[in-house]
């Protein structure tokens, strides 16, 4: 009964995916690929579901869409499977945290052994956010969105910067940009999961189902504490 609750929550976030995947945010630089709101909301979902299931949603929406779409299997769309699955790893680990905060530590490794990426070594600095974030004190919802959204962020630019072969300067040019563009992603995540998690409540309360209640963490749910958690 479980394992079919499962199914059915991550078949209804694919669902829910696929209609936020095709509402555009913004363009990737250097690349024929778009942002959209998606990115806001997949990493929530490793929350939700918990972060292997979470992961599995994100991946099932992107395969889902490219055979929609009929888009060709190339190496951008590869690439892009996986940024915003880890995301949700991130997210949503809460034991071993520390595991998959590793991720990006071997994404900086990668990209200062990458004759252009060593070039623009400090781009990969971004990238030990996550890291920091993992040892804070304080649990928060604003770090955990940082650190899901820079994770993501390592894993697309080791991926670009191997299938592109980007030049440094390119790198070097996309450090503001990725500093505005990164916290714009951490409060629309972080916005995303209070709105989620509120509605995951509300919907447990008048359908009357325990098993939604403990997808749950009320101290992120739409309140007059909300702030003080944050």
């Known amino acids: 009964m479980i394992l079919k609750k499962r199914i059915l929550y991550l078949l209804t976030f694919i669902g829910i995916g696929l209609v936020l995947l095709n509402i555009p945010f913004s ?51 590869i690439i892009r499977l996986f940024p915003l699955a880890l995301g949700a790893l991130y997210f949503g680990a809460r034991k071993y945290k520390f595991v998959v905060a590793l ?3 071997v994404c900086v490794a990668l990209f ?21 974030a993992v040892f804070a004190k304080k649990r928060s919802l604003v770090l955990n969105s940082l650190g899901a ?6 894993i697309g630019g080791v ?22 563009e990164r916290m714009m992603f951490t409060g629309g995540i972080a916005l995303s999961y209070v709105t989620m998690n509120s509605l995951v409540q509300w919907l447990s309360q008048k359908l009357h189902m325990p098993s939604l209640q403990k997808m749950v963490q009320p101290e992120y749910t739409w309140s007059r504490q909300l702030l003080k958690n944050l």
């Open 27 to 77: 363009k990737l630089f250097g690349a024929d690929q778009t942002f959209s709101l998606f990115d806001f909301f997949a990493p929530t979902v490793g929350a939700l579901l918990t972060s292997v299931w979470g992961a599995m949603a994100v991946i099932g929406v992107k395969l889902v869409n490219a055979v929609i779409q009929g888009q060709e299997f190339d190496t951008v769309t």
């Open 112 to 132: 200062i052994a990458h004759p252009e990426g060593r070039q623009a070594w400090f781009y990969s600095l971004y990238w030990l956010i996550p890291v920091a």
């Open 149 to 154: 959204t820079f994770t993501a962020h390592a």
């Open 159 to 180: 991926g670009f910067l191997y299938a592109l072969n980007l030049p440094a300067e390119v790198w070097i040019a996309l450090i503001p940009i990725v500093f505005i």
């Open 103 to 105: 991720i990006p530590l």
